[in-house]
């Protein structure tokens, strides 16, 4: 059984003009860290996955979840 931890990091960045270094010294860790976030080569911590979901101001949910999100303009059932 996988353990991913899917998220929406990315788009969120490109969706208000952050980069990789601004979100990383907002919640206080290296940008490198963002981008293995990103590709999904770490999961956070729930400490930082709250920081995250802090500094966009929404849900951790949002940004994070077990299962890979649908795609942009795909229906769900």
């Given amino acids: 059984m996988s353990e991913s931890i899917y998220n929406r990091i990315a788009m969120l960045r490109a969706e208000r003009g952050i980069s990789r270094r601004q979100l990383a010294e907002a919640v206080g860790v290296h940008y490198?860290?963002?981008?293995?976030?990103?590709?999904?080569?770490?999961?956070?911590?729930?400490?930082?996955?709250?920081?995250?979901?802090?500094?966009?101001?929404?849900?951790?949910?949002?940004?994070?979840?077990?299962?890979?999100?649908?795609?942009?303009?795909?229906?769900?059932a």
């Fill in 32 to 76: 490198q860290t963002i981008g293995y976030l990103e590709r999904g080569e770490y999961s956070p911590s729930l400490y930082l996955a709250l920081r995250i979901a802090e500094y966009f101001e929404v849900p951790v949910e949002v940004i994070f979840s077990t299962r890979p999100f649908p795609r942009l303009g795909e229906r769900t």
